[in-house]
């Protein structure tokens, strides 16, 4: 999920998500979904990167030609549509809790769902219209917010920082795991080197390491935008 108000840009890739399959249409049977089509394109995305996914490469997949995936995909921006709606599926079901604990866990199950597919990262900010499993995201972190004396706009803008915050995340586990850990890694001959010009960012490393607290930005972050949250209601 992008940032829900606004993206720099014309919308698109959305039409095929919202308009219905015509029925009883004559002729023959179409011989591929827009499911498969994503599946096709999930996998390529999966196993090679988004660069990878083109037209003809899912044609290929499908064992037909680039042509005739444009009868059930007028442009590419509806490839990319389809697979991020696959990719992201609807969020899942919550125990009724309090809204901080509804918050968290939302932005965990969207942080874990996108680390399945990093490339989702890249797509949810590309200018678009949301499909219907997406939508069903942010219908589920409104629905967290219920209780909450925020305006409409304020409510989508905590979703922004939140899905904002996860998906940044995922980005820099591209290759890795344990990104931080990682850093400190790289960083450690040069801050042995020259930790003197550097006082405060090798102690900060040192310290992180001793008290084992890398690799933890995604609960910090989480807590620290609701926690300022919780202090603006309290306030009004």
Known sequence: MGSPEHGSG??????????APPTGRRGPKPQHSLAGIAAAAIAVADAEGL????MQR?????????????RYLPARS???AIMLDSALGTPPAHIDSGWRE????????????????PWTAELTQHPHVPGPAELAWYEAGLAATAALPLSGGERLD??????GHALSLVRQRTGSTSPEADLAAGLAPVLAAHGDRYPLTSAAFSTAALDDSRDQALQFGIEAILTGIAAMVAAR
């Open 158 to 163: 905590l979703l922004a920082l939140l899905s």
């Open 58 to 70: 899912v044609a290929e997949c499908l064992d037909t030609t680039k042509m005739a995936l444009y």
């Open 102 to 117: 509804t918050l968290t866990a939302w932005t965990r199950s969207l942080f874990d769902r996108a680390v399945q597919h």
């Open 78 to 80: 509806d490839l990319d």
């Open 51 to 54: 660069a990878a996914v083109t």
């Open 10 to 19: 014309t919308a698109s890739g959305s039409g095929v998500l919202w308009t």
